[in-house]
């Protein structure tokens, strides 16, 4: 597996989580690097994007309450997310933007009690 999601868990509502996503340096070189959620019988969403340089947007579902960030040298993606509500439940995958299949990992399960 080349791209690597962890940090999930079960957390109450108003709590926070930070996600990391490990990448080789090849993926991670490439350049715009993307979180991705999918809950049970909805359609894979992109929730934050960053560039090589630093850039980020948002889903508005999210903005405000995530923050997207990336360690060039340690080939490391982060998603702190704050101030979680339960439909944030999903679970969280990392890959480049736009994605490609064969990037796809096993995601992390972020689950928000209310």
């Known amino acids: 597996v080349q791209l690597q999601a962890s940090g999930g868990g079960l957390v109450q509502a108003g709590g926070s989580l930070r996600l990391s996503c490990a990448a080789s340096?090849?993926?991670?070189?490439?350049?715009?690097m993307g979180w991705y959620r999918q809950d049970s019988g909805k359609q894979r969403e992109l929730v934050a994007d960053?560039?090589?340089?630093?850039?980020?947007n948002y889903a508005d579902s999210v903005k405000g309450r995530f923050t997207i960030s990336r360690d060039n040298a340690k080939n490391t993606m982060y998603l702190q997310m704050n101030s979680l509500k339960p439909e944030d439940t999903a679970v969280y995958y990392c890959?480049?933007?736009?994605?490609?299949?064969?990037?796809w990992g096993q995601g992390t399960q972020v689950t928000v009690s209310s």
């Open positions: 960053i560039t090589s340089g630093g850039r980020t």
């Open positions: 340096t090849r993926i991670f070189g490439i350049g715009n």
């Open positions: 890959n480049i933007n736009p994605p490609i299949p064969q990037f």
